[in-house]
């Protein structure tokens, strides 16, 4: 084992010939004009191709399922990043694919989320990462932001259902509005949650609603549930003005399933809990019965 082995915890020698050489047959397979970037493998990361395409997005998953088929011949490990577009429009949505070389099981989990959600919502981006299961659906329009959540949350379901207990972590975000700043587009509003919760293996210790004493499947039932009982906030949300050069972000991740807003600077990241003050209570003078608080 080399030194480059050592350091990448990869104990098959990485061959850059044959990785190359698998770049030529991407080039030779891919639609006309594929990019294709290969990464080499260096510490704590594998050897990974970048690829980026312009096909009609309804055949992202077979595309996928081809190039993964080429870069598994090596031994070394491996990613995958897959974009496919519809057209060179740079601001057009798009549909991204990650996996991993250990996640090649749930290829065809993955294929057929993508088909299944942009069947019924192809005017947006979806992003799809097969590493932790982690889900994005993003340039969404304000108007379109409460049936869109809709939508990914009950296709959500569906996909944890057919991973079983692949995702344990997984998480999904709907993106809505484009804010242009210094540093390009960026997302108005956030909605998203995660699945995952403090492990607890001797179920010693309780919180409020026993998330910890129940199943996986009940407990992703219990975020889809906040999920839904908190869309009045977010359908207040997306008519009211987010301050210049910011994103809001309601979110409940924690085993309370609390819903929570905060706003936050696209370039500093920095937190505005002022203006996170007021729109809380600006959405739960609009939605009764709301529990939003800042984060």
Not at 139 to 150: E, G, H, I, M
Request: with cysteine; aromatic share 6%; proline share 5%.
């Amino acid at each position: 084992m080399g030194l480059l082995d050592f350091l990448t915890g990869n104990d098959t020698p990485y061959d850059r010939e044959a990785a190359h050489a698998r770049v030529r047959t991407l080039e030779s397979t891919l639609p006309a004009g594929a990019q294709i970037q290969l990464t080499e493998p260096e510490k704590g990361i594998e050897l990974t191709y970048l690829v980026q395409a312009v096909a009609d997005r309804s055949q992202s998953s077979a595309l996928l399922a081809s190039v993964v088929e080429v870069v598994r011949a090596g031994d070394e490990r491996w990613s995958v990043h897959l974009s496919v577009h519809d057209s060179d429009d740079e601001h057009a949505p798009y549909s991204a694919f990650a996996l991993p070389d250990h996640a090649v099981p749930a290829l065809d989990v993955l294929a057929q989320a993508h088909d299944d959600l942009y069947a019924a919502i192809p005017t947006t981006t979806i992003s799809l990462d097969a590493e932790d299961g982690a889900f994005t659906i993003s340039d969404v329009p304000r108007d379109a932001a409460v049936a869109t959540a809709q939508v990914a949350v009950r296709w959500w379901e569906g996909v944890l259902q057919a991973a079983g207990s692949r995702w344990s972590a997984s998480s999904l975000a709907v993106e809505v509005g484009i804010a242009i700043g210094v540093d390009g587009a960026h997302a108005e509003v956030v909605y998203g949650t995660t699945i995952e919760r403090d492990p607890d293996a001797l179920g010693s210790r309780s919180t409020d609603n026993g998330s910890r004493h129940v199943s996986d499947a009940q407990w992703a039932q219990r975020v889809s549930a906040a999920w839904d009982d908190n869309l009045p906030a977010l359908e207040a949300l997306v008519g009211l003005p987010v301050p210049p050069d910011h994103a809001v972000e309601v979110s409940f991740t924690d085993d309370s399933l609390a819903p929570q807003l905060t706003v936050c600077h696209h370039e500093t990241y920095d937190e505005d809990e002022d203006a996170a003050r007021a729109l809380v209570v600006t959405i739960r003078e609009l939605v009764p019965g709301s529990t939003l608080e800042v984060g």
